[in-house]
């Protein structure tokens, strides 16, 4: 299996703080993360990847300055929202690559909500 | 034309009948295919993961890759109310791990 864990599962905060949310490869070591976000009803978002001892790269359109993300080892790579404001609320979803014999496959996270006030 | 084409649904089919997924898309050059379960709240779960056209079995889960068609299927049978979810397909290019989604269909499995 791959089992993949992220920290919150929920979150509310004030207008203005930043949260941090943190995602885990829980048995397998993963060189890439991607960190998704999700609407209500809707696909999955990739908001930027993940690579551990470097910079994350980001889709067009997400500012890194928001969005800090840094994967600090092969388990771990966290997702910071700076100054969060309510338009931030959302399922923020990670995913984390796990080597396979063909390709690598990607392995979800349970998502953490994050409810902005 | 977006690039994966899904029917959001929702679909909605009595318990024990067969549940029937599609996805097309328009990149020739797709070579790995993947269906997600995802409920209500919770991450994507990996159902199925084929290479190419073919089919691939597991218990109740079949997956179809037609890659002439640009077409793959997804089917459940002897569908059960806890297949209730949203089932969002995927795929990606060889030697890319970046995944290009469908919007993901909603089923209903009513007992």
């Known amino acids: 299996g791959a089992v993949v864990s992220q920290h919150p599962s929920w979150v509310i905060c004030k207008s203005g703080t930043s949260v941090k949310i943190e995602c885990r490869s829980l048995?397998?070591?993963?060189?890439?993360m991607f960190w998704y976000r999700q609407f209500p009803k809707q696909s999955l978002m990739l908001m930027a990847t993940s690579n551990e001892g470097s910079k994350a790269t980001y889709e067009q359109g997400v500012e890194k300055d928001k969005f800090l993300i840094n994967h600090a080892s092969l388990t771990l790579s966290t997702l910071t929202v700076t100054s969060a404001h309510p338009e931030d609320s959302s399922f923020y979803i990670c995913?984390?690559?796990?080597?396979?014999?063909?390709?690598?496959?990607?392995?979800f996270g349970p998502g953490t909500r994050l409810l902005v006030l | 034309q977006k690039e994966v084409e899904q029917d959001p649904g929702p679909l909605s089919v009595p318990e024990g009948a067969i549940v029937s997924l599609n996805c097309t898309y328009s990149?020739?050059?797709?070579?790995?295919f993947m269906w997600y379960r995802q409920y209500s709240r919770k991450g994507p779960e990996l159902l199925m993961y084929t290479y190419s056209s073919g089919n691939k079995e597991d218990g109740r889960f079949t997956a179809q890759v037609d890659k002439s068609s640009k077409y793959i299927s997804l089917f459940i049978r002897d569908s059960q109310p806890s297949d209730s979810a949203t089932y969002l397909c995927a795929m990606s290019l060889y030697g890319n791990n970046r995944l290009a989604f469908g919007k993901g269909n909603q089923v209903v499995v009513i007992p």
């Open positions: 995913s984390a690559l796990k080597p396979g014999a063909l390709q690598e496959t990607q392995y």
């Open positions: 048995d397998f070591q993963a060189t890439t």
């Open positions: 990149n020739s050059a797709f070579q790995y």
